[in-house]
């Protein structure tokens, strides 16, 4: 038996939470196939069985915590001289027929009606058997969970030492387990009695139950880091607004043209990422961190894009955002949206940056005042867009207007340059043509 251990998932983390587990008890797994999701405070990992085998017993279910190091699962390796199931290869020499293994005596269905656990019915299910063909331990005759488990894990052991002394080598692990299965299996099946139910509440009462579960390792990283935010730096948020009609002019005249070139489809946040890198060389401080008693100024631009991910928001960095072009931009956005959602990203995905967009139009946010991400010393928050009356040389016209905010850290950046920097960001879209200009 081999035990499924949390690997060691970064430097300065010891501790990780049981995502959701990708295979069952008693199902056969093939070598190198994801067995369980990991949540780490940065981000999701995956554990893969080592070998072809059964995952036997689970220790650790979803959303409780384990240790590096901790074992969460027992599993059975196939036996070395079985092939793998998706390559059987023919056996040297004449082999003898495989016998299905004796029902051992302790294993003798029970008499009677069975009350079987949920949990056990579901792996009964799962595994082609019935109440009457596993023993039950439980208080009163019950079956319970581990009692199919157990009797899986038996069946598979069983299997095993047949396969190694027959010698057949063109027995697959899966079949002989099935033939150890099968062969204490009976074809009619037991009637089980479920187990009443009785209701906490009385009919027509009012629902005032409570569900306590525990917080995610991703959102427990978020919370200290928004509270630490709040305790180390003096965030002050200035706002402003934008005039959208220009960028979407230029976007729907070029998206076209733009997909078919490359691949992809122009959003709008390659264009304020473009406008960030610019403000953020004009107004260095904004692009800099506290550091003890030093200011830690960058000459390049990485550049967070929040994202709403599969388990909560996280913040990707796009690197180098001076040196990229708008196809790049939008498809890095992509590729790390499609790994958010499938908590797919890694640690280092989410690691450095200098600067964070985040864009709360998307669901609906009017107008926010959006917390840094320490160390970084700003923040842009984007709105929905909302056609609104403005006045225009002189005329009342509806335009397409969005609201900015930028929250920044007033030790190192004053409210002048804070201001001068959301009014740079304003002008680049109300007229992009400055981005290829540099004015």
């Not at 027929?97 to 079987?116: C, K």
């Not at 990283?221 to 709040?230: E, M, P």
């Not at 200011?295 to 796009?318: E, Q």
């Not at 009342?396 to 850290?409: F, G, S």
Request: charged letters at 20%.
């Amino acid at each position: 038996m081999t035990e499924i251990i949390v690997p060691s998932v970064g430097e300065s983390i010891s501790e990780v939470q049981i995502g959701q587990w990708l295979k069952k008890e008693g199902d056969w797994v093939a070598a190198g196939t994801d067995l369980v999701d990991l949540e780490t405070e940065k981000a999701s990992v995956q554990i893969s069985a080592p070998e072809d085998g059964i995952l036997v017993k689970i220790l650790k279910h979803s959303e409780e915590f384990a240790a590096v190091g901790d074992v969460i699962a027992s599993f059975q390796p196939a036996p070395k001289t079985a092939a793998a199931p998706s390559s059987p290869a023919a056996a040297p020499g004449p082999t003898a027929p495989i016998s299905a293994p004796p029902q051992p005596a302790a294993q003798q269905p029970a008499t009677g009606p069975t009350r079987v656990m949920p949990a056990a019915q579901r792996m009964l299910g799962d595994n082609n058997l019935n109440a009457g063909q596993v023993p039950a331990t439980g208080p009163g005759g019950r079956l319970l969970k581990e009692d199919v488990a157990q009797f899986v894990s038996q069946a598979a052991s069983t299997a095993s030492a047949i396969a190694v002394g027959a010698g057949v080598a063109a027995a697959t692990a899966a079949t002989v387990v099935g033939k150890a299965v099968a062969s204490i299996a009976t074809p009619a099946a037991t009637p089980t009695t479920s187990v009443p139910t009785q209701s906490l509440m009385q009919q027509g009462s009012p629902n005032r139950s409570e569900e306590v579960k525990p917080m995610s390792m991703i959102r427990r990283t978020i919370a200290t880091r928004l509270v630490q935010a709040q305790h180390n730096a003096a965030l002050l948020t200035t706002f402003n607004e934008v005039d959208m009609q220009p960028v979407m002019q230029l976007r729907t005249k070029y998206k076209d043209a733009f997909n078919d070139k490359h691949g992809v489809k122009l959003g709008f946040m390659s264009f304020f990422a473009k406008a960030s890198c610019e403000a953020l060389k004009r107004f260095p401080s904004v692009n800099a961190e506290v550091r003890g008693n030093n200011v830690v100024y960058r000459n390049y631009c990485d550049i967070g894009i929040a994202i709403g991910g599969g388990k909560g928001l996280v913040v990707p960095v796009l690197r180098n955002v001076e040196k990229m072009g708008f196809a790049d931009i939008e498809r890095t956005i992509g590729e790390y949206a499609n790994r958010a959602m499938a908590n797919k990203l890694m640690p280092d995905d989410l690691e450095g940056g200098t600067f964070t967009i985040s864009n709360g139009g998307i669901y609906g946010s009017l107008l926010s005042t959006p917390i840094v991400n320490p160390p970084q010393s700003g923040i842009l928050g984007l709105h929905s867009i909302q056609e609104r009356p403005i006045a225009l040389n002189g005329q009342v016209v509806i335009r397409p207007m969005m609201y900015l905010a930028l929250t920044y850290d007033h030790r190192i950046v004053d409210g002048r340059e804070a201001v001068s920097f959301l009014k740079t960001i304003k002008d680049v879209i109300e007229d992009p043509s400055r981005l290829f200009l540099e004015i």
